[in-house]
């Protein structure tokens, strides 16, 4: 079957699904058989996808596609499951709104940290192989890096490698396109949008977090998403105009990322000195950054941050992050300094909000709280 008439057979079957409206057929040249409206028709495209694929074995539709995560205590960092190549082989990959590129040992890689990981037999040339990347059932071509070198302290770390969903303009590589890029070009997703909902160990038990692409769960949130508009293309760049404890501004303001690579929120360090200076006890520890009482754990206040005229909170018992393991009762602050002029609102932050990265026209981050 020639391509064209497939494509015009799925336009037609969709067209069949979609529309249940009355149809006027012209008797001239048979007989007309009359349609009628289904009082009780719902739209539901997934059930149309689902029919598509089974009459049309041979095309891939795809409305959305879902990767659970694996939250690795205590909230440090979340991974996937990603498959590469046919045959398919699994890899563990970090989602990272903050990279572009997708990374993972090559086979040719005999360190000893690459010899802990899956490695990949990807067609390569120099640093970069090609093959199909399926994630959550999307599978385009993708271009991959291939490390031939890891250093030892990614050894220790779970997961295989890094998968980017920055903006094509930070990839390593000049003119190599991002996953997303190649699924929204392809018409692989309903939506151009990655939903992200990370879990939270204090929250709902650090379980059941997922990267939606394609789609956007609501039961994960609360009230209706603010779409934030990115300033800058590269990372997820938006503009963060204010700072507050407890709904009392602190005055102040910064652009700033949403970054999924990033475990904690780092702001600038008068936005830090701010912040902590309003809860007893912190104190900011020239060896271990700021630092603040284990027992705000148990307190029902929250830092918040204004995005597109809202304000979104980070409780503050998410600032209670890690004991120092010291006996001081004191622990590392989910809040740090050092990064004046352009924040970075990490996991602490998307835990207790969740976040839709549109990649249209013009890209926008969507945020809501978390409904648990």
């Known amino acids: 079957m020639k391509v064209t008439a497939l494509v015009v057979s799925l336009a037609v079957a969709v067209l069949a699904v979609v529309d249940a409206s009355p149809l006027k057929i012209s008797p001239k040249h048979g007989h007309a058989v009359p349609l009628t409206r289904n009082p009780n028709y719902k739209h539901n495209t997934h059930a149309q996808i689902a029919k598509l694929n089974k009459r049309y074995p041979g095309v891939n539709i795809l409305a959305t596609g879902s990767v659970p995560l694996v939250n690795v205590h205590p909230d440090l960092e979340y991974y996937g499951t990603v498959s590469v190549g046919t045959p398919a082989q699994n890899v563990k990959l970090d989602f990272d709104t903050g990279s572009s590129d997708i990374w993972f040992p090559s086979s040719t890689c005999t360190t000893a940290a690459c010899k802990k990981h899956v490695r990949d037999g990807s067609t390569a040339s120099g640093i970069l192989g090609s093959d199909i990347v399926s994630v959550g059932g999307v599978k385009v071509r993708q271009t991959i890096g291939l490390a031939t070198a890891e250093s030892s302290q990614f050894g220790s770390s779970p997961e295989d490698g890094l998968f980017g969903l920055g ?108 912040i902590h200076k309003k809860i007893s006890g912190a104190k900011n520890d020239p060896n271990n950054g700021w630092l603040v009482p284990c027992s705000l754990k148990s307190n029902t206040g929250n830092v918040g941050f204004q995005l597109g005229g809202k304000t979104f909170n980070v409780p503050l018992a998410d600032l209670a992050y890690e004991d120092l393991g010291d006996g001081s009762g004191n622990c590392f602050s989910g809040i740090q300094g050092g990064q004046d002029g352009l924040w970075i609102l990490g996991d602490v932050f998307i835990k207790n909000n969740y976040c839709v990265f549109s990649q249209t026209s013009s890209p926008s981050i969507g945020i809501a709280p978390l409904a648990y």
């Open 167 to 274: 903006f094509n303009t930070i990839e390593s590589v000049s003119g190599v396109k991002t996953f997303l890029d190649n699924a929204i070009a392809a018409g692989a997703l309903t939506s151009p949008v990655v939903s992200v909902f990370l879990p939270s160990v204090r929250r709902n038990g650090g379980v059941g977090g997922e990267y939606l692409f394609g789609g956007i769960d609501s039961t994960k949130y609360t009230g209706s998403l603010t779409y934030v508009p990115v300033t800058k293309k590269g990372y997820w760049q938006v503009h963060i105009s204010d700072a507050s404890i407890n709904g009392v501004s602190l005055g102040q303001a910064s652009e700033g990322i949403i970054d999924t690579g990033t475990t904690l929120v780092i702001v600038g360090d008068a936005a830090a000195a701010a």
